[in-house]
């Protein structure tokens, strides 16, 4: 078993669809809609088979975006979405770069060997980018 792609509720599906494939290069399948729930949406296809499906639902409200990711675990849910990366500070800078919104710079973690980062797509949703080498261990 292994997760097929992770799904994130916008506000401008245009806006997000576009941001994230300039930021992260993403790929674009055929956009899609269902007319009945006023529904759009779009998945960005990712390396490694990961895909990310934009969903925006006319009438749908988006919180008070949380100051940090410890806030945002305030309320129970999808807290941020992880982007392992390799090279964590040119990642970084280019989503910087890209208009992401600054959280936490480039840094150790609280796990020994690992490095991380914060930051924020245009509408406030969280993305944290790790550098961990292998795989997540007990």
Same mark, same amino acid.
């Given at each position: ?48 088979? $990961?895909?990310? #499906?934009? @969903? ?7 919180? %008070?975006?949380? &100051?940090?990711?410890?806030? !945002? ?9 992880? $982007?392992?990366? #390799?090279? @964590? ?7 910087? %770069?890209?208009? &992401?919104?600054?959280?936490? !710079? ?31 261990? !007990?």
């Amino acid at each position: 078993m292994h997760v097929d792609h992770i799904g994130l509720s916008v506000g401008d599906l245009d806006a997000q669809r576009d941001w994230y494939q300039r930021a992260f290069g993403f790929g674009i399948a055929d956009p899609f809609e269902i007319p009945g729930v006023g529904l759009r949406g779009v998945f960005l296809l990712a390396p490694h088979g $990961m895909a990310i #499906e934009l @969903l925006e639902r006319r009438g749908s409200s988006h919180p %008070t975006p949380a &100051a940090t990711p410890p806030d !945002a675990l305030l309320s129970q849910g999808w807290g941020h979405i992880c $982007m392992r990366v #390799e090279d @964590l500070d040119a990642v970084y800078e280019a989503l910087v %770069t890209a208009g &992401a919104g600054i959280v936490t !710079a480039p840094g150790e973690s609280p796990q020994p060997g690992v490095r991380f980062a914060f930051v924020t797509d245009p509408e406030g949703n969280f993305i944290e980018l790790l550098d961990r080498k292998g795989a997540v261990t !007990a």
